[in-house]
């Protein structure tokens, strides 16, 4: 699993059936203490997350085991947002992005 924070969306009006009715979201991958990593994915949404949102993510195979996810067509999918993070002795509410 990876931290990340949903940055946007995409839109595709043509996409593989498999992925009908999924929000695709745009991540940026964070630390715990939420600095901002180099590194983004964009991930089918399992979950109902927004913009700002701090969220869980899995890829590969992992991606395709939610009973939502299980036939779609993905490699990353959104699978928790996160309310709150308890990293080093910190407490870290992130709800309302962080």
Do not use: C, H
């Amino acid at each position: 699993m990876k931290l990340g924070k949903v940055i946007g969306s995409v839109v595709a009006t043509r996409k593989s059936p498999r992925l009908e009715g999924f929000k695709l979201l745009a991540i940026q991958y964070i630390t715990p203490d939420g600095a901002a990593r180099r590194e983004y994915d964009i991930a089918v949404d399992a979950v109902g997350a927004g913009a700002g949102e701090w969220v869980l993510t899995v890829r590969g195979s992992s991606a395709r085991e939610d009973v939502k996810t299980r036939k779609a067509a993905t490699d990353t999918t959104i699978i928790a947002i996160v309310d709150r993070l308890d990293w080093r002795g910190e407490v870290r509410n992130t709800e309302g992005g962080g």
